[in-house]
């Protein structure tokens, strides 16, 4: 079945640091891959997205690329604020399974 | 445009009772999706209701139920309460159609179950 494979966290960065959190995914076809965050006492919120290989999701100054060769999906922002200390979830969606599959989470932490 | 609204927000019950959370999707969305969060077995999948009928369904006992109304609004159950079954329970809304159905997910702030 799907699966996602998270970097473990948590990751402590100070401010203005460069960040990576890896993400890798197996699944058949060609699913839809998602970033997602989730703030202390709140939902899901949409990252970013990419729906086929080399796309390049953006959102906030994250970015992540849609790499099918490595079954990747990476997110990396180049100069981190103390605001972006959230968990963060790797997901894929595809269409076999009509459901989201989530990463473990990681949890990051920015000191200013 | 309202996003999803999940009431309650919070819930506290005792075990063997039953509880019901609701779901208001997007304004045009016809489809949701509900995930159970916890710190042992993370996000899993629940149910997806499209149109009133119930399209996925995940791995979990019978005791969990949902069904969806003709306005998109959705309510899910739980019935003879397990301390295990404390947990966040998110929601999740999307068009439900063509290749957007898994593009365009929006999740609820969640109900916060509590069994004691």
Redesign the interface.
């Known amino acids: 079945g799907d699966s996602v494979t998270q970097m473990e966290g948590p990751v402590t960065l100070s401010e203005e640091a460069f960040l990576t959190i890896n993400c890798t995914y197996t699944a058949t076809g060609y ?2 891959l998602f970033w ?1 965050v989730q703030y202390p ?6 990252l970013l ?1 990419a ?1 086929k290989a080399d796309d390049k999701g953006s959102n906030k100054g994250f970015e992540a690329t849609y790499r099918k060769e490595t079954t990747s999906f990476h997110l990396e922002k180049g100069s981190v604020q103390v605001s972006d200390s959230a968990v963060y ?1 790797c997901a894929l ?3 076999s399974a ?8 990681t949890q990051l932490t920015v000191l200013p | 445009k309202a996003g ?1 609204t ?1 009431t309650p927000r919070y819930l506290i019950k005792t075990r063997g009772q039953q509880v019901t959370l609701s779901c208001s999707p997007i304004s045009g969305h016809r489809s949701v ?1 509900w ?1 159970q969060q916890t710190p042992g077995q ?2 899993q ?1 629940l149910f ?1 209701y499209f149109s009133e009928t119930q ?2 369904k ?1 791995n979990f006992p019978g005791r969990f139920s949902g069904r969806q109304f003709s306005n998109s609004r959705s309510e899910m159950n739980v019935s003879t309460l397990e301390l295990g079954d404390s947990a966040l329970y ?1 929601c ?1 809304s999307s068009l439900g159609t063509g ?1 957007g ?3 365009e ?6 109900t916060r179950l509590t069994v004691v």
């Open positions: 699913p839809s997602y006492g709140e939902g899901l919120q949409l997205k729906t979830f969606f595809s269409g009509r459901q989201l599959t989530f990463g473990s989470g | 999803v999940q999706s995930y993370g996000l999948f997806e399209r996925n995940g998110l999740a290749r159905f898994g593009t997910a929006f999740f609820g702030q969640g």
